[in-house]
T-cell receptor
Framework: KQEVTQIPAALSVPEGENLVLNCSFT??????LQWFRQDPGKGLTSLLL?????REQTSGRLNASLDKSSGRSTLYIAASQPGDSATYLC??????????FGQGTELSVKP | GAVVSQHPSRVICKSGTSVKIECRSL??????MFWYRQFPKQSLMLMAT?????????EQGVEKDKFLINHASLTLSTLTVTSAHPEDSSFYIC????????????FGSGTRLTVV
């Protein structure tokens, strides 16, 4: 059974810092991995999608990496801003066609 | 880009009544949509997979008679919470995959259900 774990559960940083969020999964047989952002009481916004054959994806200040063999992904946020404060979720699409989510990392960026 | 619209965003209902939540794909067709439930400070749990023109597939432990799913068209899936109880209060989110390989899953804005 696929399990997705995100560390840390919560993170508070001062504005301007670079930071890394971690995601690990137990079954490497995945189609892709997706990082999402969720603001309180809102739906999910897709940030980056990495196909199983890819190693990383970049969008603006965000960079996501994928090491499928070790079951790990990281989301790197450069020069963090207060507007980045949200919960970040990673999810893997397993070979059964289901999206399995981690518990999320709650990020707070202090001005 | 691909947009999934979910309505209503918030609903309060009395115990014993039913509530319908709509999920629409606005600019693409979705033969499959997904319904998730999220408790406070927890992750999303898949409840069921909605299949256009056929029965939904429910995850283990989800009562199909309580959570009725209808996917009558390629752009609309509905989730009806029947005979709602306070323990059904939660955040419900739908999702669909626009396809074409690289978009990934797109999510609605969610519905906060409160049963009083």
């Amino acid at each position: 059974k696929q399990e997705v774990t995100q560390i840390p559960a919560a993170l508070s940083v001062p504005e301007g810092e670079n930071l890394v969020l971690n995601c690990s999964f137990t079954d490497s047989a995945i189609y892709n991995l997706q990082w999402f952002r969720q603001d309180p009481g809102k739906g999910l916004t897709s940030l980056l999608l990495i196909q199983s054959s890819q190693r990383e994806q970049t969008s603006g200040r965000l960079n996501a990496s994928l090491d499928k063999s070790s079951g790990r992904s990281t989301l790197y946020i450069a020069a963090s801003q207060p507007g980045d404060s949200a919960t970040y979720l990673c999810a893997v699409l397993n070979q059964g066609g289901k999206l399995i989510f981690g518990q999320g990392t709650e990020l707070s960026v202090k001005p | 880009g691909a947009v999934v619209s979910q309505h209503p965003s918030r609903v309060i209902c009395k115990s014993g009544t039913s509530v319908k939540i709509e999920c629409r794909s606005l600019d693409f067709q979705a033969t499959t949509m997904f319904w998730y439930r999220q408790f406070p400070k927890q992750s999303l749990m898949l409840m069921a997979t909605s299949n256009e023109g056929s029965k939904a597939t429910y995850e283990q432990g989800v009562e199909k008679d309580k959570f009725l799913i209808n996917h009558a068209s390629l752009t609309l899936s509905t989730l009806t919470v029947t005979s709602a109880h306070p323990e059904d209060s939660s955040f419900y989110i739908c999702s669909a995959n626009p396809g074409q390989g690289y978009y990934g899953y797109t999510f609605g804005s969610g519905t906060r259900l409160t049963v009083v």
